[in-house]
């Protein structure tokens, strides 16, 4: 038998440490769960290792397994990467592009990156969805999305992670709340609060749970909702507030629908931009990203300068 792995072995062993079955992964690999089975122990007897312990519940990697998993990914990485250096030669940028954003960055951030993608390479094909963390991370892992951008996690098998924004938490109210526009304020301080905050599934619920349990923050009511255009709407209409990632707010500040307050002591969210481990970036979606963290990086500016002239940032 020859000491190497084939290309198909190589990526049927990917898909099953992804996947965790046999069936997923020929699902994936639109092949016949036998085929993937004698993929993986081919390699198996070629290496003299068991990749793979095989359970009643699933398939979870050795730890011989798992560090092969991490140099195939490596190595189809490098491949596709060699794909793209010769395609990014070509004077023309061209081909589809699938992007994952949450509400926080489709509200304020999306518009200007996307009318420079669109003006300066119109031959990309653009889909770009808005959802929550859960649906972008799922969407992901199945090569729905060339990437998404979704608040910092633990990480999963099959995907690869990098920070993008690190972003200062306010409190975002209406306009007969009383609160002085961009001043710190402690939630300690305030009556009971009416607050609309996610869903116990989207990750920013429990960091939200964890601040107000640490700083003693009371709670009156509490409403969940993840729909962040109906948050606006309702928190304009009533006495409810919430907190969101300050960049999702920097256009509304001095128009006076809403009141704007960064919550002391500081608590901050964490965004990283996720995909596929066993792909690499197109260069439609390095431009596009390259771009985003750009008008990301002066939206932040621009928010540190307000905050900073309103006394929010103390000056060391």
Do not use: W
Request: with cysteine; charged share 25%; aromatic share 6%.
């Amino acid at each position: 038998m020859p000491d190497h792995a084939t290309l198909r072995q190589i990526q049927a062993v990917i898909a099953v440490c992804e996947e965790g079955s046999f069936t997923r992964a020929a699902e994936r690999e639109h092949a016949t769960q036998s085929g993937i089975s004698q993929h993986v122990a081919a390699i198996e007897k070629a290496l003299g290792v068991r990749l793979f312990d095989r359970g009643a519940t699933g398939v979870t990697p050795t730890a011989a397994g798992l560090r092969y998993y991490r140099r195939c990914v490596d190595a189809i990485g490098l491949l596709a990467q060699a794909k793209e250096d010769a395609r990014g030669r070509s004077d023309i940028v061209s081909g589809s592009l699938r992007v994952g954003l949450m509400p926080t960055f489709t509200r304020a951030a999306l518009a200007p990156t996307l009318e420079y993608v669109v003006r300066t390479h119109p031959d990309v094909r653009l889909h770009v969805v808005e959802a929550y963390s859960g649906i972008l991370t799922e969407q992901v892992l199945s090569d729905q999305l060339d990437f998404a951008i979704v608040p910092a996690f633990e990480g999963r098998t099959g995907l690869k992670s990098r920070l993008i924004l690190r972003d200062r938490e306010v409190l975002i109210s209406g306009r007969g709340s009383g609160f002085k526009p961009l001043a710190p304020i402690r939630l300690s301080d305030c009556a009971p609060l009416k607050i609309v905050a996610p869903g116990p599934d989207n990750i920013r619920r429990r960091n939200l749970e964890i601040y107000f349990q640490s700083n003693n923050v009371a709670i009156d009511r509490m409403i969940e909702m993840d729909a962040m255009m109906a948050t606006f709407d309702f928190i304009a209409r009533t006495d409810f507030v919430t907190v969101l990632p300050g960049l999702i707010c920097v256009n509304d500040i001095g128009k006076g629908e809403f009141t704007i307050n960064p919550i002391d002591p500081p608590l901050h969210a964490e965004f990283v931009v996720i995909t596929p481990a066993r792909r690499t970036l197109s260069t439609p979606a390095r431009i596009f990203l390259e771009r985003f963290e750009a008008d990301l990086a002066e939206m932040g500016k621009r928010l540190a300068g307000l905050l900073k002239a309103s006394g929010a940032v103390r000056r060391r």
